[in-house]
């Protein structure tokens, strides 16, 4: 009989690492840790955010680690549905304290036009399949002071006044993250859809973006297959952009 494991049935706490995701990665490598395996650190030296991008984080005062999940079910070309589900996830769990909180396309998190969370995924496809995913997650709780260089920090805490254990955060996190995965483990992609465009930042919303040198006015439409952002600008033109490619304004 098949064993499932869930994410959090197994952590590793490292007191410092480079990356959660790096740590991973080199696991990988050496052997098959149980799906759902994770790492907590109380401090990373070289945090990683999407593209190359950095990850600021004050020691032990934020949740940053990284977990793998074993998603075979999915074909890579959906690749973008272990993104939407991580999300909805980190989501579900700020929900508890705070009401105003969406997803900024792909997977930052926001409060009050804030961001308070970022997600970092690696895929590693064979063929067309996805043999592993480490999903990387920082989610700034008590965090109050940040770099001048950061546009729009904020944290748990500077939002509700409050100061947490991050100890007693994991298992509601966790449980979360596992409710959203079974559903696309029992292909309830629909749900997943839905309720990611809810929660999406700017959705249906006329706002700026820029390409280039190009500023327009456009709205949010739909998030397509392959992760693309669907933008309809004011002549009715749909316009599809990969991250990176487009700017918020």
């Given at each position: 009989?098949?064993?499932?494991?869930s994410?959090?049935d197994?952590?590793?706490?490292?007191?410092?690492?480079?990356?959660?995701?790096?740590?991973l990665?080199?696991l990988?490598k050496v052997?098959?840790?149980?799906e759902?395996?994770?790492i907590?650190?109380?401090?990373?030296t070289?945090?990683?955010?999407?593209?190359?991008?950095c990850?600021e984080?004050n020691?032990?005062?934020n949740?940053?680690?990284?977990?793998?999940?074993?998603?075979?079910?999915?074909?890579?070309?959906?690749?973008f549905?272990?993104?939407?589900?991580?999300?909805?996830g980190?989501?579900?769990?700020?929900?508890?304290?705070?009401?105003?909180?969406?997803?900024?396309?792909?997977?930052?998190?926001?409060?009050?036009?804030?961001k308070?969370?970022?997600?970092?995924?690696?895929?590693t496809l064979?063929g067309n399949?996805i043999?592993?995913?480490?999903?990387?997650?920082?989610l700034?709780?008590?965090?109050k002071?940040?770099s001048p260089?950061?546009p729009?920090p904020?944290?748990?805490?500077?939002e509700?006044?409050?100061?947490?254990?991050?100890?007693?955060?994991?298992?509601?996190?966790?449980?979360?993250l596992?409710?959203?995965?079974?559903?696309?483990?029992?292909?309830?992609?629909?749900?997943?859809d839905?309720?990611?465009?809810?929660?999406?930042?700017r959705?249906?919303k006329l706002?700026?973006?820029?390409?280039?040198?190009?500023v327009?006015?456009a709205k949010?439409?739909?998030i397509?297959?392959?992760?693309r952002l669907?933008?309809?600008?004011?002549?009715k033109?749909?316009l599809?952009?990969?991250?990176?490619e487009?700017?918020?304004?």
């Amino acid at each position: 009989m098949k064993i499932i494991h869930s994410i959090g049935d197994n952590i590793i706490n490292l007191e410092t690492v480079d990356s959660t995701n790096n740590y991973l990665k080199e696991l990988l490598k050496v052997e098959t840790p149980q799906e759902g395996t994770v790492i907590i650190t109380q401090e990373q030296t070289a945090g990683r955010g999407q593209v190359g991008n950095c990850w600021e984080s004050n020691k032990g005062e934020n949740v940053t680690l990284s977990f793998v999940i074993y998603p075979t079910f999915i074909d890579a070309r959906n690749q973008f549905m272990i993104s939407k589900v991580i999300s909805l996830g980190i989501v579900d769990f700020l929900k508890t304290f705070i009401t105003d909180v969406k997803i900024k396309w792909p997977n930052d998190i926001y409060v009050n036009e804030k961001k308070i969370a970022g997600v970092l995924i690696e895929n590693t496809l064979i063929g067309n399949s996805i043999s592993s995913s480490i999903a990387g997650i920082g989610l700034n709780i008590n965090q109050k002071t940040f770099s001048p260089a950061l546009p729009n920090p904020t944290s748990l805490s500077l939002e509700t006044g409050d100061t947490y254990q991050l100890e007693e955060l994991y298992e509601t996190l966790f449980s979360k993250l596992n409710y959203w995965y079974n559903k696309l483990k029992t292909s309830k992609v629909d749900d997943i859809d839905i309720e990611y465009l809810f929660l999406l930042y700017r959705y249906q919303k006329l706002h700026q973006y820029k390409v280039g040198d190009e500023v327009f006015t456009a709205k949010i439409i739909d998030i397509d297959q392959f992760g693309r952002l669907c933008l309809l600008n004011e002549k009715k033109e749909l316009l599809q952009f990969a991250f990176k490619e487009v700017v918020f304004l």
